[in-house]
């Protein structure tokens, strides 16, 4: 559609009232601004997890490979056969 020159712009809108602009309402801008800053703060803070994740692993590896509780820590379960051959406590007779 042209508009031709002699015709000013203004007129090519002159059916056009104010209230049939096409504006956002006011609940839909809040809620698309709402939801905006829900996931900045989303991203920010998969991105701290991401960090702290990525230092622990690294200071995880400087550290070695994990060997397990000290050998004084652990405690050998005794076999069936072991427990056997233990002495049985005496027991004092009640008179």
Known sequence: MTVSPDRHPEE???????????QRPEEES???TALKILLVVALIAVGVLGIYVAVV???AALQGPFEGPAPEVEQRQQTPAEEANQPLEETIPVD
């Open 30 to 32: 809040s809620q698309s």
């Open 57 to 59: 692993l690294f200071s």
């Open 12 to 22: 090519k809108y002159s059916n056009v009232t104010e209230g049939d602009v096409a």
